[in-house]
């Protein structure tokens, strides 16, 4: 019913910037919050941000005033900025969403997942 793909993912120095992308696909009505969630190995995944369809944001406290979500309610999209990155900003980045699909219900639904490595 519905995908989503994510891209932007690599390899960076620390300090470098990165910018993730996340695009929804196929048949739905609706897509209210999207969101950002990390894992890095041997951790729990963690929201890194948040937006909902009217523009309102959150994050984490470990990357407020780093990192940006943006929305493109037209396209479908959301994006991630991300500057000044740290080592410890190396995960695995996943887009989330809620979606009103044509099933007439909410679901939600995960990227597959893009890389994101710091190095020292």
């Known amino acids: 019913q519905v995908q989503l793909v994510e891209s932007g993912g690599g390899l960076v120095q620390a300090g470098g910037s990165l910018r993730l992308s996340c695009a929804a696909s196929g048949s739905f009505f609706r897509i209210n919050d999207m969101s950002w969630y990390r894992q890095a190995p041997g951790k729990q995944r963690e929201l890194v941000a948040r937006t909902t369809s009217g523009g309102t944001t959150n994050y984490a406290d470990s990357v407020k005033g780093r990192f940006t979500i943006s929305r493109d309610n037209a396209k479908n999209t959301a994006s991630l900025q991300m500057n000044s990155l740290k080592p410890e900003d190396t995960a695995v980045y996943y887009c989330?969403?809620?979606?009103?699909?044509?099933?007439?219900?909410?679901?939600?639904?995960w990227g597959q997942g893009t890389q994101v490595t710091v190095s020292s």
């Open positions: 989330n969403a809620d979606v009103w699909g044509i099933s007439n219900n909410w679901r939600n639904y």
